[in-house]
């Protein structure tokens, strides 16, 4: 055994004595954690309770885990001129090990632990998704390593409190300004992960200094200086951006170019009258792709108006309702609304906008980013009960579940599945299901992000009188298999074509 | 003569106060050496640069030979260090504070650590932060002396003891013999009079003087001039002799440069009509008392 390695379990044997109540309560608070996730009731999700009662838990746990992390640091603090460990003829390796130690130990491992007893009770084998189990750790381990960080440069651990309490709270208040979500199901959001990384090579430079070196006043400048990259960066970065990111890091497979033009729109009365609305003026454009899979998934990001006289409106998709009130136009695309052909929708936001763009042609560039799925055979679902799923992990059929808080009646499924590349589900002919687990600022803390198990839900409404529809459900795992920009001009439309206008019933309509 | 701490105009700068000027000393090997001034001198500041617990603002150190600022463990492994400030493991029992540092230092003696557990009375199995200053302070020095350390660095480690607890410490240190030279700070001068063999002396972030104390305790006397007649001071006395003073036909002054041998002739040359000399020996306290007036004089002058 080396000197280093040797000194290291001194010092971690130490922590642990004099922190083994803290320990013990972190341990306390995952075993807890653990049995909400394994006990959480089935169908949690139709009721959008996505975390269940242990939801909470993905949030203390973190904070009890960063309260551990700057207790251990702090039994041999690193700033000041009068700690006892600085004299001894150690160094900063074992010092640096043994805290590692301690993390790995008392965080990391039980928590390997508790992710793999959850797969266990939940019917999977644990052995089998190794690499997923070790994913959760890195991305445990990157919220450790900014917590380290703090805690290697404040001068005591109510320090470390008050920074943890004035960053949560500093981001709370600029929720709104940072657009934590550009909007729901926006997969190809990258701001996240690029916020993760500055902070874990922030963090991991911090700490390092502050190790090797003890230069505590370097290294709180460079650690707010990574803050406020970390935040310009989560504000500033457009979805544009965001999007070609993605599309960049995992390109789409090689095959026939996706392109689009405008369509044709022969809508019938209940169609259209979703989307007629007497305060904005809304325009459906309709699309026509050629070399589309329907298995391609397709986001609108990005839409660019100019009118004849050369304004410019822009409108990006997803919004947060702060972006709307400070758009001028909105866009969205809709590739499976009833019996309407896939199309781009356009609100107005003023008549004075609607008078601009309608007197004359527009020309319309606009960006949208393509998923490519590779589906896995299809499984047909028991009526009621649990369906193990090939590729995916397993399904349970609610049967019909008596009037639910959204619907009158709902018929609906449930799967949980361990693979990150099983995160996306196929369901009856092709409707993709939520995501349980988006892991990232745009849901925390609600999301249960803790948890080794990815989730998604089918819910159908049903009539109370109606009668139950005989079909059974099919499930089939469906991978990502890469993302691509696709960008688009129409030139010279006229939008008075796609004008939704009050509707009038037709006689022949029922 | 080997040195086993040299500084060379080491200066300390917190913001835009000065801690620490122009440190310039040197500790031979086997001496006790005691850095005094009074509180706010710059002795810790000094111990903690030398230590590399602080980094200097410019000047160097240099400990056993390395550069302060490059110390590594083996050369930690034969230094100690005892501070009041110092934040020791306050929860950890006596035994098990002796046990963790025991790891850390490869010349560590059981039988040492034990005698000295015996000597001091240390209850074991009491933690640190019951104890009281005194047996801190023994608990710690325990742990310093075990591994029979080079060099060790002692910052105010008598203060608020009582005099026996002092006594007995001094007693340990001493008992350390030449093989471990010490570096000790103190503002309180009669406690380090009895033990050092060096000593500097320190305000306001500068040396004043740094010397042998056989040779300070020879050069400094404390003179008395009885005056046949009430003759006024003369204005050109040497500028050794510091803060003369006439009170009557008494004259009273400190002999920073006593020389036996023509000390009387010196008198006679600037006192021709003295009637009776007095020449008596100085504690440090007094040595450092004239001193001190002597700067603020010779300050409040310019």
Same mark, same amino acid.
């Given at each position: 055994?080396?000197?280093?390695?040797?000194?290291?379990?001194?010092?971690?044997?130490?922590?642990?004595?004099?922190?083994?109540?803290?320990?013990?309560?972190?341990?306390?608070?995952?075993?807890?954690?653990?049995?909400?996730?394994?006990?959480?009731?089935?169908?949690?999700?139709?009721?959008?309770?996505?975390?269940?009662?242990?939801?909470?838990?993905?949030?203390?746990?973190?904070?009890?885990?960063?309260?551990?992390?700057?207790?251990?640091?702090?039994?041999?603090?690193?700033?000041?001129?009068?700690?006892?460990?600085?004299?001894?003829?150690?160094?900063?390796?074992?010092?640096?090990?043994?805290?590692?130690?301690?993390?790995?130990?008392?965080?990391?491992?039980?928590?390997?632990?508790?992710?793999?007893?959850?797969?266990?009770?939940?019917?999977?084998?644990?052995?089998?998704?190794?690499?997923?189990?070790?994913?959760?750790?890195?991305?445990?381990?990157?919220?450790?390593?900014?917590?380290?960080?703090?805690?290697?440069?404040?001068?005591?651990?109510?320090?470390?409190?008050?920074?943890?309490?004035?960053?949560?709270?500093?981001?709370?208040?600029?929720?709104?300004?940072?657009?934590?979500?550009?909007?729901? %199901?926006?997969?190809?959001?990258?701001?996240?992960?690029?916020?993760?990384?500055?902070?874990?090579?922030?963090?991991?430079?911090?700490?390092?200094?502050?190790?090797?070196?003890?230069?505590?006043?370097?290294?709180?400048?460079?650690?707010?200086?990574?803050?406020?990259?970390?935040?310009?960066?989560?504000?500033?970065?457009?979805?544009?951006?965001?999007?070609?990111?993605?599309?960049?890091?995992?390109?789409?497979?090689?095959?026939?170019?996706?392109?689009?033009?405008?369509?044709?729109?022969?809508?019938?009365?209940? !169609?259209?009258?979703?989307?007629?609305?007497?305060?904005?003026?809304?325009?459906?454009?309709?699309?026509?792709?050629?070399?589309? %899979?329907?298995?391609?998934?397709?986001?609108?990001?990005?839409? /660019?108006?100019?009118?004849?006289?050369?304004?410019?409106? /822009?409108?990006?998709?997803?919004?947060?309702?702060?972006?709307?009130?400070?758009?001028?136009?909105?866009?969205?695309?809709?590739?499976?609304?009833?019996?309407?052909?896939?199309?781009?929708?356009?609100?107005?936001?003023?008549?004075?906008?609607?008078?601009?763009?309608?007197?004359?042609?527009?020309?319309?560039?606009?960006?949208?980013?393509?998923?490519?799925?590779?589906?896995?055979?299809?499984?047909?679902?028991?009526?009621?009960?649990?369906?193990?799923?090939?590729?995916?992990?397993?399904?349970?059929?609610?049967?019909?579940?008596?009037?639910?808080?959204?619907?009158?009646?709902?018929?609906?499924? /449930?799967?949980?599945?361990?693979?990150?590349?099983?995160?996306?589900?196929?369901?009856?002919?092709?409707?993709?299901?939520?995501?349980?687990?988006?892991?990232?600022?745009?849901?925390?803390?609600?999301?249960?992000?803790?948890?080794?198990?990815?989730?998604?839900?089918?819910?159908?409404?049903?009539?109370?009188?109606?009668?139950?529809?005989?079909?059974?459900?099919?499930?089939?795992?469906?991978?990502?298999?890469?993302?691509?920009?696709?960008?688009?001009?129409?030139?010279?439309?006229?939008?008075?074509?796609?004008?939704?206008?009050?509707?009038?019933?037709?006689?022949? !309509?029922? | 003569?080997?040195?086993?701490?040299?500084?060379?105009?080491?200066?300390?700068?917190?913001?835009?106060?000065?801690?620490?000027?122009?440190?310039?000393?040197?500790?031979?090997?086997?001496?006790?050496?005691?850095?005094?001034?009074?509180?706010?001198?710059?002795?810790?500041?000094?111990?903690?640069?030398?230590?590399?617990?602080?980094?200097?603002?410019?000047?160097?150190?240099?400990?056993?030979?390395?550069?302060?600022?490059?110390?590594?463990?083996?050369?930690?492994?034969?230094?100690?260090?005892?501070?009041?400030?110092?934040?020791?493991?306050?929860?950890?029992?006596?035994?098990?504070?002796?046990?963790?540092?025991?790891?850390?230092?490869?010349?560590?003696?059981?039988?040492? $650590?034990?005698?000295?557990?015996?000597?001091?009375?240390?209850?074991?199995?009491?933690?640190?932060?019951?104890?009281?200053?005194?047996?801190?302070?023994?608990?710690?020095?325990?742990?310093?002396?075990?591994?029979?350390?080079?060099?060790?660095?002692?910052?105010?480690?008598?203060?608020?003891?009582?005099?026996?607890?002092?006594?007995?410490?001094?007693?340990?240190?001493?008992?350390?013999?030449?093989?471990?030279?010490?570096?000790?700070?103190?503002?309180?001068? $009669?406690?380090?009079?009895?033990?050092?063999?060096?000593?500097?002396?320190?305000?306001?972030?500068?040396?004043?003087?740094?010397?042998?104390?056989? $040779?300070?305790?020879?050069?400094?006397?404390?003179?008395?001039?009885?005056?046949?007649?009430?003759?006024?001071?003369?204005?050109?006395?040497?500028?050794?002799?510091?803060?003369?003073?006439?009170?009557?036909?008494?004259?009273?002054?400190?002999?920073?440069?006593?020389?036996?041998?023509?000390?009387?002739?010196?008198?006679?040359?600037?006192?021709?009509?003295?009637?009776?000399?007095?020449?008596?020996?100085?504690?440090?306290?007094?040595?450092?008392?004239?001193?001190?007036?002597?700067?603020?004089?010779?300050?409040?002058?310019?």
């Amino acid at each position: 055994m080396t000197i280093t390695v040797r000194l290291a379990l001194q010092i971690f044997r130490k922590d642990i004595e004099r922190l083994w109540w803290a320990v013990l309560l972190t341990l306390l608070l995952l075993a807890v954690f653990a049995f909400q996730e394994v006990s959480r009731p089935v169908f949690a999700y139709a009721n959008y309770s996505r975390g269940g009662g242990g939801a909470w838990l993905n949030l203390a746990l973190p904070f009890a885990w960063s309260l551990l992390i700057a207790l251990v640091i702090h039994q041999d603090p690193l700033t000041g001129d009068r700690q006892f460990w600085v004299s001894l003829p150690c160094g900063w390796s074992p010092l640096l090990a043994a805290k590692a130690i301690f993390i790995a130990v008392c965080i990391q491992l039980p928590y390997l632990c508790a992710t793999a007893a959850i797969l266990l009770a939940k019917g999977f084998n644990p052995l089998e998704h190794i690499p997923h189990l070790f994913w959760k750790q890195l991305i445990l381990l990157a919220f450790i390593l900014p917590a380290v960080a703090v805690a290697a440069v404040v001068k005591n651990v109510a320090h470390f409190l008050l920074v943890v309490i004035t960053i949560a709270g500093g981001v709370i208040m600029m929720s709104n300004r940072l657009n934590f979500a550009y909007g729901p %199901d926006t997969w190809w959001d990258v701001r996240w992960v690029i916020t993760l990384l500055i902070l874990v090579i922030g963090g991991i430079t911090v700490a390092a200094l502050q190790f090797v070196r003890r230069c505590t006043l370097h290294s709180r400048a460079i650690g707010v200086a990574v803050a406020a990259a970390a935040f310009g960066f989560y504000s500033w970065l457009p979805r544009d951006m965001s999007a070609a990111i993605r599309a960049a890091f995992s390109p789409a497979p090689a095959g026939a170019p996706i392109s689009v033009t405008v369509g044709s729109l022969a809508p019938t009365f209940f !169609e259209l009258q979703r989307y007629y609305n007497n305060r904005r003026t809304t325009i459906l454009i309709p699309l026509q792709f050629s070399g589309l %899979d329907p298995i391609v998934q397709l986001d609108q990001i990005s839409l /660019e108006l100019t009118s004849a006289g050369g304004e410019h409106y /822009e409108a990006q998709w997803p919004h947060s309702s702060n972006e709307v009130r400070s758009q001028r136009i909105t866009t969205g695309l809709d590739m499976h609304s009833g019996k309407l052909p896939p199309f781009q929708w356009l609100e107005l936001g003023s008549p004075e906008i609607a008078k601009r763009l309608l007197n004359g042609t527009v020309t319309i560039n606009g960006r949208f980013l393509a998923r490519f799925y590779k589906p896995g055979g299809p499984t047909t679902l028991r009526s009621v009960g649990r369906t193990d799923v090939p590729g995916l992990g397993y399904c349970l059929s609610s049967g019909p579940l008596p009037t639910g808080r959204v619907f009158d009646m709902m018929l609906t499924f /449930e799967c949980e599945s361990p693979e990150l590349t099983s995160r996306e589900m196929l369901a009856n002919g092709g409707s993709f299901l939520r995501d349980r687990i988006n892991f990232g600022p745009s849901r925390y803390p609600e999301d249960p992000w803790l948890s080794p198990l990815h989730g998604g839900i089918s819910a159908n409404s049903v009539a109370k009188d109606a009668p139950l529809p005989s079909r059974r459900d099919t499930v089939a795992p469906a991978p990502s298999i890469g993302s691509a920009i696709i960008d688009y001009t129409f030139p010279g439309v006229d939008l008075n074509r796609f004008l939704v206008r009050q509707p009038v019933r037709p006689e022949s !309509e029922p | 003569m080997n040195v086993m701490l040299r500084t060379d105009r080491l200066a300390k700068k917190f913001g835009k106060v000065e801690a620490l000027t122009s440190l310039t000393l040197e500790v031979p090997e086997g001496s006790v050496f005691a850095l005094v001034g009074p509180n706010g001198a710059g002795k810790s500041t000094a111990m903690k640069v030398c230590l590399n617990l602080l980094r200097a603002s410019s000047g160097s150190a240099e400990v056993l030979g390395m550069d302060s600022r490059k110390l590594a463990p083996a050369q930690l492994a034969r230094i100690g260090y005892i501070s009041e400030t110092r934040q020791l493991p306050d929860w950890m029992k006596v035994s098990r504070f002796l046990a963790y540092c025991k790891e850390f230092y490869p010349a560590w003696n059981d039988a040492d $650590a034990a005698e000295f557990v015996r000597a001091y009375e240390l209850p074991l199995d009491r933690p640190l932060k019951s104890l009281s200053r005194g047996q801190r302070v023994k608990a710690a020095l325990a742990a310093a002396l075990a591994y029979h350390p080079s060099l060790l660095f002692l910052d105010e480690p008598f203060s608020n003891l009582d005099v026996l607890v002092r006594d007995q410490l001094i007693e340990t240190i001493l008992g350390a013999g030449s093989e471990t030279t010490v570096f000790l700070a103190s503002h309180d001068l $009669a406690e380090i009079e009895s033990f050092a063999t060096h000593v500097a002396y320190m305000d306001q972030g500068e040396i004043r003087f740094t010397e042998e104390m056989s $040779a300070l305790s020879t050069r400094f006397r404390d003179v008395e001039v009885v005056l046949e007649n009430g003759a006024p001071l003369p204005v050109d006395l040497p500028a050794a002799w510091l803060n003369a003073e006439q009170a009557g036909v008494v004259i009273r002054f400190t002999d920073s440069h006593f020389n036996a041998a023509d000390h009387s002739a010196q008198i006679r040359r600037y006192f021709a009509t003295a009637r009776e000399v007095n020449v008596r020996a100085m504690p440090l306290r007094s040595i450092f008392v004239a001193l001190a007036k002597s700067a603020k004089q010779n300050k409040g002058g310019r």
